[in-house]
C-alpha cells in the first residue's frame, strides 16, 4: 500500500502529457514532475488518490542522457515550462510519440505520423504574454497556484516583451495603483498584457483593472511611450468579476489605435486586444504552409475556414481558392478578419459571426457546401453537431489543426468512422519548452 509523505527510490518507466515522469509502485501509478522516462529517482509520496499519486522529486539518482540544466532559475516552481530540464531534440521526440500514441489508442491503429517540425532556435518565441500581478510583484503564477512568482527573465517569451512589462509594472506601483488581490477582490491592477508585432515591432499594452478607476494613467502612459516609442496601443480592460478569466468583455483605448499590426509571410494582419493570433509567428508560418499544402487548392474550390479568429489562414488560403468562408464566434475577430482581407486586397473572402457548430449547418442546409474545411478549434476540439454536418455535405479535404492530441484523436475517431481516411499528421513544435503541441492533419474522403 502506497503511502502519503513516505519517500521510495523509483524507476521512472514513461512520460505523461504534461511533461511529468511516471513510475509504477507495485504497479499504483505515480505522476513525477521534472522527472524523465528512464532515470532512478527518490520521491516522495505527496498526494495519493483512488487510483493514482503524485510525487515529489528528491533525487535524481541516475539521469537519463537527455537530462539538461534548466536555464530557467524559477524553472521547478514555475507553471509555465515543464521540459526545460531536457534537450531539445528529447523535447520533440516526446511531443511526436504523444501524437502518434494518443492517435492509436483513439484508433485502434497508428497513420502516418511525421516526426515533429522543430524550431532552429527554440527560445524567445511568444509573441504575447500575460502577467499577473499581486502584492507588489509581477510575474507568473507558480504551478497549479495563484502564487505570482517574480523572474528576471522569461526565456520563452520576447525579450522586448519582458523588459516593456517589468517597466510598465514599474511605472504603475510609482504611481500608486493598486494590485488586485484575488481573496478580498480589491484592489485595482489584475494583469499586464504585453503583444508585439515581431515582423513590424509595433507593441500593444494592456492594463487589465478591477473596474474602471485607474489611477495616474495619463502619467503612466507618458513615461511608457517616451522610453518605449514603439508602444502604439494603450488598452485598459475591465474586468470586475470574481473569475479565472484575465480578459473582461469591455476594453477602452487610452492611448494610440485600438490594434497593432504584424506581418506573416505576404500578409499583413490587425490585431486587437481579445483577437486570437498564433503566439509563435516563426513556427506559425510553418503550420500554415504545411496546412495549404495539404489542402492542395486549385482555384475551383470553396473553403471553409472553422474557427478562423482574424482570418489569417483565410486569408493565407484565398489566392488559390474560388471563395473562402470564415467563421469565428468572438466578435471583434471577426471585425479584425474583415479588415485584414480588405488591407491585403482579397476579394474572395466572406467572414461570419458565430459558433461554427450553429453558422455552418444553416449555411448547408441554405445549400452553401464546401470542398475543403479546415479547422482551427480551442482546446476543446470541434462539436459533435458540426463534425456531423461536415461529414453530411462530403466535403472532399478536411485539415484539422490541433493544439490538444486528446480532442484531436477523438474527433478523428469520429470522421474516420463516418467516411475519411487519415492521410497523414504533421505535429509543428509551436510551444518549445512546454508540454504543448500543435498537429495539422490531413484527411479525405473515402
Given at each position: 500500500m502506497v503511502e502519503k509523505n513516505k519517500d521510495y527510490e523509483v524507476d521512472i518507466v514513461d512520460m505523461g502529457f504534461e511533461g511529468e515522469g511516471i513510475t509504477k509502485i507495485d504497479g499504483y501509478t505515480t505522476f513525477v514532475k521534472g522527472a524523465i522516462k528512464g532515470e532512478k529517482a527518490k520521491i516522495k509520496m505527496v498526494k495519493v488518490n483512488k487510483d493514482y499519486g503524485f510525487?515529489?522529486?528528491?533525487?535524481?539518482?541516475?539521469?537519463?542522457?537527455?537530462?539538461?540544466?534548466?536555464v530557467c532559475e524559477i524553472f521547478n516552481r514555475c507553471g509555465g515550462c515543464s521540459l526545460q530540464h531536457m534537450s531539445y531534440d528529447a523535447q520533440l521526440d516526446l511531443k511526436t510519440q504523444m501524437v502518434k500514441n494518443t492517435i492509436r489508442k483513439s484508433l485502434g491503429y497508428e497513420p502516418i505520423v511525421n516526426n515533429i517540425i522543430g524550431m532552429g532556435i527554440p527560445y524567445n518565441y511568444r509573441n504575447k504574454a500575460q502577467y499577473p500581478v499581486s502584492n507588489g510583484k509581477i510575474g507568473f503564477y507558480a504551478d497549479r497556484s495563484h502564487d505570482v512568482i517574480e523572474n528576471k527573465e522569461c526565456y520563452i517569451q520576447n525579450k522586448v516583451i519582458d523588459e516593456i512589462a517589468k517597466y510598465?509594472?514599474?511605472?504603475?506601483?510609482?504611481?500608486?495603483?493598486?494590485?488586485?488581490?484575488?481573496?478580498?477582490g480589491k484592489g485595482t491592477l489584475r494583469h499586464i498584457v504585453i503583444r508585439i508585432g515581431v515582423n513590424t515591432d509595433q507593441v500593444m499594452i494592456t492594463f487589465i483593472t478591477n473596474g474602471e478607476e485607474f489611477k495616474n494613467k495619463d502619467s503612466i502612459i507618458s513615461e511608457l511611450i517616451n522610453k518605449y516609442p514603439n508602444v502604439v496601443s494603450v488598452i485598459q480592460n475591465i474586468n470586475s468579476e470574481n473569475t479565472n478569466v484575465i480578459f473582461g468583455s469591455k476594453c477602452v483605448t487610452l492611448y494610440g489605435k485600438d490594434y497593432i499590426i504584424d506581418r506573416l509571410g505576404d500578409y499583413k494582419f490587425k490585431i486587437s486586444p481579445l483577437s486570437f493570433y498564433q503566439v509563435n509567428p516563426v513556427q506559425t508560418e510553418v503550420l500554415y504552409n504545411v496546412a495549404k499544402d495539404y489542402a492542395g487548392l486549385t482555384g475551383e474550390e470553396v473553403v471553409f475556414d472553422l474557427y478562423s479568429g482574424i482570418g489569417t489562414i483565410s486569408i493565407f488560403v484565398a489566392e488559390n481558392a474560388k471563395k473562402v468562408y470564415g467563421v469565428e464566434v468572438v466578435e471583434p475577430a471577426v471585425e479584425d478578419a474583415k479588415e485584414n482581407a480588405e488591407m491585403n486586397e482579397i476579394r474572395n473572402v466572406e467572414f461570419l459571426a458565430g459558433e461554427a457548430e450553429t453558422v455552418?449547418?444553416?449555411?448547408?442546409?441554405?445549400?452553401?457546401?464546401?470542398?475543403?474545411?479546415?479547422?482551427?478549434?480551442?482546446?476543446?476540439?470541434?462539436?459533435?453537431?458540426?463534425?456531423?454536418?461536415?461529414?453530411?455535405?462530403?466535403?472532399?479535404?478536411?485539415?484539422?489543426?490541433?493544439?490538444?492530441?486528446?480532442t484531436l484523436a477523438r474527433d478523428l475517431k469520429t470522421l474516420t468512422e463516418n467516411g475519411y481516411e487519415i492521410k497523414e499528421v504533421q505535429p509543428v513544435d509551436m510551444f518549445p519548452q512546454t508540454s504543448h503541441v500543435e498537429s495539422v492533419v490531413l484527411l479525405e474522403k473515402r
Open positions: 510525487g515529489k522529486l528528491l533525487e535524481v539518482t541516475a539521469p537519463a542522457d537527455c537530462r539538461e540544466e534548466p510598465a509594472f514599474e511605472l504603475t506601483q510609482k504611481h500608486h495603483v493598486s494590485c488586485y488581490n484575488e481573496q478580498s455552418v449547418p444553416k449555411m448547408y442546409e441554405k445549400g452553401t457546401k464546401a470542398d475543403v474545411v479546415f479547422v482551427d478549434p480551442p482546446r476543446k476540439g470541434c462539436d459533435e453537431k458540426l463534425l456531423n454536418t461536415i461529414i453530411d455535405m462530403k466535403a472532399k479535404k478536411v485539415v484539422y489543426i490541433s493544439c490538444n492530441p486528446a
